[in-house]
């Protein structure tokens, strides 16, 4: 920051004087302006100017920054879509190859079933059959 400041402390003191200020005030009031005027820490038009220009490059590395990051985060999304969709399909074909394999264990049970339910049918003819044969034998 600069401290310059244009102050004309002539044409002050003279303003001062003619509004009736004593000539001994109107000096100390002009030095104590012009001291306090030259130690300030002011910042002039050009330290403005500056300051608007790095903080607007600043800003524009943030925003290419945040492009980056944005970029970088549609790739790792599409990513893992990508991959959430192989993993989808190799469930659904996992899936697929159980609900076979469940079928064909269910015909197989089925199957089972039916032939035990024939024995059983078979044997109660053939029981029935029997007792059927010595009941007519006892009756002879």
Known sequence: ??????????????????????????EGLTEAIQDAITTADLATKHDLKNTENTLKAEIGEVR???????GELKADISEVRAELKADISEVRGELEKVRGELKTEIAQTEAH???W???AIIGTGAIAAAIGAIIAQLLK
């Open 64 to 70: 290419s920054e945040l492009e980056k990051v944005r």
């Open 113 to 115: 079933i039916i032939r």
């Open 1 to 26: 920051m600069s401290n310059v400041v244009a102050f004309d402390t002539h044409k002050f003191f003279k303003k001062l004087e003619a509004s009736g200020f004593e000539r001994s005030n109107a």
């Open 117 to 119: 339910i024939v024995s």
